[in-house]
């Protein structure tokens, strides 16, 4: 296993740990996993695992929080568009995410998008902390998207392709606002869900979500059925 302690601390993410995890015998195959939307009050929580070639270099690859949406967005397309690149995503919804709680619905869409990639990697680099019952074995990095090229790579195409399903469901449920903030709990956004209760969408068990709708509720109750 790499050893963190030794690790470069350059600007940017690097290849360390994979080519560390290959010297010690990993196998060829190191994957990058990431999520994008655990903390936002609608929408899925999406996954991305991705296998970067051995060698790979991309001069303004990052952490995608670290990144504007149109660096962003330019990297993605490089990323799916080059054919050396593996990768594979999947998604959780919200009414999973309320049935599992967002740590379960996290980890379920890790554990998805390795078993969707077309070759099984012979370890995976996970974002964060450690992950139960994984398909593969794994280390798992804290601020692992600020270190390791691939789950750079994998917050990258992970956070692109939740973005670009929120801005669907602005076109599903224009009154709130979804392109802009994501479902993120912006002043917007919960000033909307306090006028008009929640969407299909929200994650109910999400307290900022439940409280205005039990208020939505009580309001409406309150004003009788002619409301």
């Not at 994008?36 to 929408?43: I, S």
């Not at 999947?90 to 998008?113: C, E, F, K, P, Y």
């Not at 912006?186 to 439940?210: E, M, N, W």
Request: net charge positive; aromatic share 6%.
């Amino acid at each position: 296993m790499p050893d963190a302690a030794h690790a470069p601390q350059p600007a940017r993410p690097h290849l360390f740990y994979e080519e560390r995890l290959r010297a010690a015998g990993a196998g060829p195959l190191i994957a990058g996993v990431d999520e994008a939307g655990r903390g936002p009050l609608a929408g899925p929580v999406v996954a991305a695992a991705v296998i970067l070639p051995e060698g790979y270099e991309h001069p303004v690859l990052n952490d995608s929080k670290k990144l504007s949406a149109g660096r962003r967005a330019a990297i993605h397309a490089e990323l799916i568009g080059d054919p050396r690149v593996v990768w594979a995503c999947a998604m959780v919804h919200a009414g999973d995410v309320d049935r599992l709680n967002i740590l379960r619905a996290t980890h379920a869409a890790m554990r998805q998008a390795i078993l969707g990639l077309p070759v099984r990697p012979s370890h995976a680099l996970i974002d964060g902390r450690p992950v139960r019952d994984f398909p593969v074995p794994t280390t798992a990095l804290v601020q692992g998207d600020g270190t390791s090229l691939s789950i750079a790579a994998a917050s990258v195409i992970a956070k692109v392709t939740r973005d670009r399903l929120m801005e669907d469901f602005d076109s599903r449920y224009p009154a709130y606002g979804f392109a802009r903030h994501k479902g993120y709990a912006t002043g917007q956004h919960l000033a909307i869900l306090a006028r008009d209760g929640p969407c299909p969408i929200h994650r109910f068990s999400f307290r900022p979500v439940a409280q205005p709708l039990l208020e939505f509720a009580e309001r409406h109750r309150a004003a009788g059925p002619e409301a």
